[in-house]
């Protein structure tokens, strides 16, 4: 049951682009690693324990040419390799209310292909119980429990080779967190006691997958490979595994541990304001971390996977009709510098004219096609690399299966006739440089996660560039690659709802439901001989952009806040002038208001669907476009169309023209592939609420807004959509209308008002055809009552155990002081809530506390992810009753001292800047739409009154009030 519980800057650039030739022609000396990028980065260090390994400028750690951030590569004393990222302004860090986060990653080449056969999950158990104590801070929740009161947070993930652990916490107290971290490496507790519950966590993860297609297809493949290979094997374990003898298994945990964890094993990755040196001193730590000199174990020469079958149809838990072809190739984990295997991806998933896609949707066969390989897992490693074709059906596609299977051979015969072609290499390899050469930071936490497992991959001169650019060209593993695409050695699968009957086949560990066969020996021969077709390779792309330069703007007005550069009663434009990240990116956001668009569900729907009819029809043509980094996001609400456009001014007009003439004046209307758009767009919405945590979310947003649409009424409503009602149908019939439209970033004020200008021609912005502004009203929320209210209903999939639980509290209008305490709270609450309800008392995997803004009015929740064979919800919402009647009495409790601690780690994280320019302009565009002012502009205003210890009063008093 799902019970739902209403209870009434990139990060900041500190240095400054320049545009003199010498600073442009040392950026591509630095490209060409002819001399060090991070002045003094990589000499000896002055103890002698840690040794730099960049000593030849030519080896020098490559970055984007206007990267600032200073990085140093070194081996610590006993053999753990190091990454050492400083990316901060070292004026500011006196200032803790403006340093950035700091976080750290370790990685350890060891992973669930390691583990005995006879206990399937213990890697995965032990990244589980490096998190409970050590010897040096033996208390469970003590490192969490750091990192929640210093606003920081962490994770940890096991794969088959690699197990990688990571945290972010705010720099100040970023050395007392990296000891914490440390000292789970180097004496883990590994308690019995701790060992039973964290089994329970590891079984109700196990669980949460039992309703996963993803999950179940590769537990699929699994059971079919040859039982020798080390990665056949049960990755995730539960209580069946795991939980048989407790103290058998905390012996296996603690031998796993001294086999396998050793400094020799391990990369350590940091990215921190904090200078390079004070974050080596830093690293200093894990050098207690013995070297066991692990052997580390690589499966390279290792036969590939071999299924023992290569044919599967599989019954899915969501309703998506696909066909996959699946190849095993060798591994290409070495072939990083050519990248091979995302060369032939390019051109199998490509979209444009002459493609596979462009022939299937004529069809009527498909709606869309990927290629590629995912990172990691069962798709990437030493041993081989999955090459996957996934082709979404149409219902028509599916009974005509045998037909699509030939299409895409014929493609590949293409292919192979035609490939290399040093034309496709030239563009991927320029599309390449310019995202990396214009990639935007990361996160410090995210920026970590990715670094740690590159350095398991790359040499250190690569650790940044190594997954983004293409260095070399090379025909010969291109050809290899595509040579290797063979009906011979493919697997097929095919996946269906309709299949239920023919599939009596069940995977052992996540249930799924298949049958295994074989394809006909004729047609396989058949494909083996299939020629070429109408295929040919894409088109030279005409969106390339060649200028970079940024624009010069003079706009006055305070740099935080949106300015108004043109009002009237059709229309209001908006500027954001970008004086952090420059970069060459500009966006263009539009609001067109309309009374109409969604006035009821019948006209919503309609609009819905004929822009999910006009995005397939124009993808064929904009494809190159998106390759080429220009975005575009349509989006039909009840309040009318929402656009946003983003990429490299250079090419923005021609593409920005092109799409809005598709959208309001094309004549060719979007009936194209009709039947099988409109059926997947129905199936999408059917399962978007198949999973608990995203029913309860959408079961809240109903019981708030007045007259919400729930995804099961839009799907209905478009059901009964024909092909006349999309004919008949004008977009530009929906009016009248009121536009509001931002700008920012490369683009200046006065072309943003050509952008304006084009738009409310295209929609006939007239005086007879406006909305005033003050004739549109938000949608409306309803106030609860005063009170406790339950409202229960069943999952969508009766097969699914896994259950919701959330208490949702209504609060009031949103007012700046509430607005802060809430989040005070939410800080507060997290670590308790986790400890207590997940930890100790195993109620579910997935425990999280949310503050909400529901059109000006504010709300706070608990949600806790169970299972009902576990827990009922009722048991479980009677814990999280106990557990708030707890918090009040911590809250009174607790000292002042803690308090201002958290309201001070508040503080410093709203003030935290955002790291991209597209954080930074979405978060405008919904200060403009919403006209809630942001953090930074009243922050001021809200503590020069000052907050009392008292306020703590708040959440008591309300969450009895509601």
Known sequence: MLNVLLQSHLRLNRGFRTVMVFEKLASQIKRLSLSSSCSGDYSESSDSSSTSEV??????????????????????????????????????????????????????KVGSAQEPSDTPGLAHLLEHMLFMGCKKYPNENEYDNFLSLHGGSSNATTDYELTSYLFDVSTEHFEGALDRFAHQFICP???????????????????????????????????????EHPFNRFTAGNKETLLEDVEEITHELRKFYDQFYSANAMYLCMVSPEPLDRMEEMS???????????????WEDYPLPKLSCNFIKYYPVKDKTKLMLIWFLKSQQKNYRSKPNDYVSWCIGHEGKGSLLSYLKSKGYAVS?????????????????????????????????????????????????????????????????????????????????????????????????????????????????????????????????????ECLETEKWYKGKFSSGVLEQSFIGAL?????????????????????????????????????????????TWFHKDEVFEQPECFIYFHIFSKNVGRDLATFALNSLNVVLLENRIAETFYPAKLAGLESEIDIQKDGWHFKFN??????????????????????????????????????LKISNIKPQQYATELRKSLIYQDFYTSEAVAEAISQITECDIQRHKATETGPFFLEC??????????????????????????????????????????????????????????????????????????????????????????????????????????????????????????????ANKHSP?????????????????????????????????????????????????????????????????????????FKYSERDFFYSNSRKK
């Not at 083996?528 to 077709?533: C, D, N, Q, Y």
Request: proline share 5%; with cysteine; hydrophobic share 35%.
């Open 369 to 501: 096609v990927e290629c590629g390989t995912s990172a990691g897992g069962f798709d990437d490693s030493s041993n081989f690399t999955r090459l996957d074709i996934v082709i979404k059906l149409s219902d028509k596609g599916l009974e005509m299966y045998h037909d699509v299977i030939t299409l895409v051979f014929q493609y590949i015969e293409m292919l192979k006739r035609k490939l290399p072609c040093s034309r496709i290499f030239k563009e991927m390899e320029k599309i390449h440089t310019i995202d990396f050469d214009n990639l935007e930071a990361e996160d410090p936490y995210e920026r970590v996660e990715d670094l740690v497992e590159n350095m398991t991959l790359y040499p250190p001169k690569h650790y940044l560039s190594g997954p983004e650019l293409i260095f070399e060209y090379n025909p010969r593993l291109i050809t290899e690659v595509v040579n290797s695409l063979t009906p011979q050695s493919v697997t097929v699968v095919l996946q269906s709802k309709s299949f239920k009957d």
């Open 647 to 684: 990429g490299y001014n250079d090419k923005m007009m021609k593409f920005f023209r092109k799409l809005i003439y598709e959208v309001f004046d094309n004549d060719n209307k979007n009936t194209f592939n009709f039947t099988a758009v409109k059926d997947a767009t129905i199936k999408s």
């Open 742 to 867: 931002l700008g920012g970033g490369n683009i200046t004020p006065e072309e943003l008002k050509k952008y304006v200008n084009y738009i409310g021609k295209k929609i006939r912005l007239r005086e007879e055809n406006a909305l005033s502004e003050h004739e549109f009203v938000q949608p409306r929320v309803f106030k609860f009552p005063v009170g406790r209210f339950v409202y229960k209903v069943p999952n969508t999939n009766p097969d699914d155990v896994n259950s919701v639980v959330v208490n949702y509290y209504q609060h009031d209008a949103v007012n700046f002081r509430d607005t802060v305490i809430l989040g005070v709270i939410e800080g507060l609450i997290e670590e308790p809530a986790f400890n207590q309800l997940r930890t100790r008392l195993q109620l579910g995997y997935s425990v999280s506390v949310d503050n909400h803004e529901s059109n000006g009015v504010t709300g706070f929740s608990l949600t806790v992810c169970s299972q």
């Open 874 to 946: 009722d048991h479980v919402n009677l814990y999280v009753e106990r557990f708030l009647k707890w918090f009040e009495e911590y809250l009174v409790e607790m000292s002042g001292d803690c308090f201002a601690s958290q309201m001070e780690e508040f503080i410093r994280a709203k003030l935290l800047p955002n790291h991209t320019i597209d954080e930074d302009m979405d978060q405008v565009w919904q200060e403009v739409v919403t006209q809630v002012r942001s953090w930074d502009a009243y922050f001021i205003q809200i503590f020069s009154k000052g």
């Open 284 to 298: 200093k730590v894990f050098e207690q971390i013995p070297n066991k000199k692990t052997l580390l174990l690589s």
């Open 55 to 108: 000593k030849d400028p030519r080896d020098a750690i490559v970055q984007r040419p206007e990267d600032y951030s200073e990085c140093r590569s070194l081996t610590l004393a006993n053999g753990i390799k190091c990454l050492l990222i400083s990316d901060g302004d070292q004026d500011e860090l006196s200032d803790p209310s403006s340093s950035d986060k700091s976080a750290a990653a370790m990685a350890v």
């Open 528 to 572: 083996s001989r299939v020629s070429g077709g109408d295929f040919h390779l894409p088109d030279p792309n005409p969106y390339i952009p060649e200028d970079f330069d940024l624009k010069d703007i003079t706009l006055e007005g305070p740099p935080s806040a949106p300015t108004l550069i043109s009002t009237e009663r059709r229309h209001k």
């Open 189 to 227: 507790s590994l308690k019995k006691a701790s060992v039973k519950r964290e089994v329970e966590a590891v079984d109700s993860e196990y669980m949460e997958g039992l309703q996963s297609d993803t999950q179940k297809l590769e537990a699929i493949f699994i059971s079919l490979i040859q039982p």
